[in-house]
């Protein structure tokens, strides 16, 4: 039941608005723990329950880590934290991967992806981790600490959410959880706003995405490739910030802010800056939770490579358990490395449009890694476009987008961050940090039965960030 499908915008968010709005102030933790379960039910309930016990084994874990901060508990907690990551995630292309060497026969596991594992595991270290720092006290609560987790608004995929950000919201009763009708319309518009994306470019542009990469790459043009790899950047861009504005929305709607998870991230000039602003809760996840243990930058160049290498390739590994996520996680750590060793000082000194075409390049192999149903089609979906090669009989461009399609791309590329750079007001705007007026009003309304026309049309498709 994902945020653009029928059944959550006209059965379930008016129902649980209603709900918790209607009973008293000292429920509304239980509402929307009982809404967040249903959520959670929806995708299965065996994994409902699975989030259910994570959420209480960190609650006592959490009271004794508090009392007696171990380092040998800690280890064990987040080693547990992983390996039912890993389980779920990664049984199964492990046994693959050693089925791959002779005489080895591992029986493959096909386990259905618990959902929001990815992100809910992440949270529970983060939470261990700084209960153990003492950053942040534990939670006495369970059904607080089961909402940090699992509140549907964030739980199937992300912003991850550190304790400190949303603990003082976690009281039903706190200054921080009231929710005024400034707030509820700006939760609202913010909601709208990230279904537009989703609804308007995102699903339009993976009809190309879909129809480019189901096909064998060998027998498509270059120029095919080049499209339908472009719209896929394009897409995904929609696509994750536009359930994250959506996230964010809820939860102003609810009351419990959620962090900001983009910042236009194709403006950006190197690695680094592309990293500070795309996905920024995972970013900043790894390099509070591992690139700082590692050593950051402390030891010396080599290290902060080597280091960079780490991250960056669980970073890859992290979104999936294929060689084509860590293909994706190598190449921005080998570019990152390079910027470090020299690279970005030049990018610095060079024109600004030199830097951004670095990025949109760099961007583009990444992503087309990170989109090719395998690593094999990755690479000879760039060989091709690389040698535009000329493709098979038929396979023309036409026959992949007509000109509105084109269209929708190229104002997709534009309005990713271009027109904002431009325009300042229409950024501020878009981030909610004008006035609202008679106009806003009228265009967030005229945006939701937009969307709400693609939706009921059937054109549904899941968020990307759902399966990781």
Known sequence: MGFSSVQFLFV??????????????RTRNAVLGVFSLG????????YSLLLVAFALVHWGFGLVLGRH???GGLGAMVAADLLLLGFFKYAGFLAETVNALPGVALPVLSLALPLGISFYTFQGISYCVDVYRGTVRPERNPLRLYLYFACFAHVSSGPIVRYGFQSAALDPKAPE???SLDRMYKGIRRFVLGLGKKTLIADQLALVYTAVSGADAARLPGPVLLLGYAAFAVELYYDFSGYSDMAIGLGEMFGLPLPENFDYPYLSRTVGEFWRRWHITLGAWFRDYLYFPLGGSRRGLGRTCLNLLIVFACTGFWHGAAWSYLAFGLWHGILSCAERL???KAL?????????????LAVFVGFTFFGAPSLGQALAALGGILTWQAGAPGMTLAAFADPKTLLLLAAGILLCGPVQAAFPKLKSWLRGECRPGAADVV?????LFASLMRTTAGNYTAFIYAQF
């Open 12 to 25: 379930f968010l008016p129902l649980a608005l209603a709900v918790y709005f209607v009973l008293p102030a």
């Open 39 to 46: 959520f959670c039910a929806w995708a299965g309930i065996r």
């Open 69 to 71: 901060p171990r380092r």
């Open 177 to 179: 959880r009231r929710v």
């Open 342 to 344: 020299g690279l970005g």
């Open 348 to 360: 610095d000194r060079a024109p600004r449009w030199v830097a951004h075409l670095y990025m949109a």
């Open 443 to 447: 265009l967030v309304a005229l945006l």
